[in-house]
């Protein structure tokens, strides 16, 4: 059974950091796109950063110059570096994983970031 499991959210303050990490229990990892998505209270799920097999990182404009997406193939782990956060990033953060060509896209659980003074 597919799983992606993330660690590393909580409760920072305006201008911190926090690291995000995601393990997926994928064969054959490198092929997926993966991704983070997050969900704030009221509002639809949004797509913060992704990242290609070919390791090309894509952000939404609100996270550019302060969030990085990286993956390690060997250890099947994604992460998601978060600087300088602010409340508007409070939010449930998810893991997720696409490969669209073989029909296949696998959620986590999510993890919560809360930014507040």
């Known amino acids: 059974q597919v799983q992606l499991v993330e660690s590393g959210g909580g409760l920072v303050q305006p201008g911190g950091s926090l690291r995000l990490s995601c393990a997926a229990s994928?064969?054959?990892?490198?092929?997926?796109?993966m991704a983070w998505y997050r969900q704030a209270p009221g509002k639809q799920r949004e797509l913060v950063a992704s990242?290609?097999?070919?390791?090309?990182?894509n952000y939404d404009d609100s996270v550019k110059g302060r969030f990085t997406i990286s993956r390690d193939n060997a250890k099947k782990m994604v992460y998601l570096e978060m600087n300088s956060l602010k409340p508007e990033d409070t939010a449930v953060y998810y893991c997720?994983?696409?490969?669209?060509?073989?029909?296949?896209?696998?959620w986590g659980q999510g993890t919560q970031v809360t930014v507040s003074s």
């Open positions: 997720n994983a696409a490969a669209f060509r073989l029909g296949r896209e696998y």
């Open positions: 990242i290609t097999t070919g390791d090309k990182a």
């Open positions: 994928l064969s054959a990892f490198n092929i997926y796109v």
